[in-house]
Nanobody, 125 residues
Framework: VQLQASGGGLVQPGGSLRLSCAAS????????IGWFRQAPGKEREGVSC????????DYADSVKGRFTISRDNAKNTAYLQMNSLKPEDTAVYYC???????????????????WGQGTQVTVSS
C-alpha cells in the first residue's frame, strides 16, 4: 500500500503547478483524499479535501479560487492544480486518505488514515 505525491518544483510567482497523488496496492475510489502542506517552522496546514463518494470538495481560505482538487479513479490518482502561486505557498505538500471520508470541511491531519511522502513546492523569482 503506497501513496506517492509528485509534481512539485520551482515556479515563479503567478505560475502554476499540478501535483499528483498516485495510489498503489489499493483502490482509491473508496477514500477521501486531502492535500496538506508544511512550511519550515510551521505546522502542517490542510489545503483541500475531496470526498470519497460524491466528490464534494472544500478548500482552505488561503487557496480558495486558486487551487483545484480533483480525482481520476480510473487512474487511481488525485490531483491538486495550483494556479496564481505565491511565495507563501512554498512548502512540502502531502496527500492523505480516509476510508469513506466526506469532506464537509477541510479536515485536520488527525482525521486521515494514511499518508504519502511529500513533494517540495518552491515559489520564488
Amino acid at each position: 500500500v503506497q501513496l506517492q505525491a509528485s509534481g512539485g518544483g520551482l515556479v515563479q510567482p503567478g505560475g502554476s503547478l499540478r501535483l499528483s497523488c498516485a495510489a498503489s496496492g489499493f483502490t482509491l475510489d473508496y477514500y477521501a483524499i486531502g492535500w496538506f502542506r508544511q512550511a519550515p517552522g510551521k505546522e502542517r496546514e490542510g489545503v483541500s479535501c475531496i470526498s470519497s463518494r460524491d466528490g464534494s470538495t472544500d478548500y482552505a481560505d488561503s487557496v480558495k479560487g486558486r487551487f483545484t482538487i480533483s480525482r481520476d479513479n480510473a487512474k487511481n490518482t488525485a490531483y491538486l492544480q495550483m494556479n496564481s502561486l505565491k511565495p507563501e505557498d512554498t512548502a512540502v505538500y502531502y496527500c492523505a486518505i480516509r476510508f469513506l471520508g466526506v469532506c464537509t470541511v477541510v479536515r485536520p491531519a488527525s482525521w486521515y488514515d494514511f499518508w504519502g511522502q511529500g513533494t517540495q513546492v518552491t515559489v520564488s523569482s
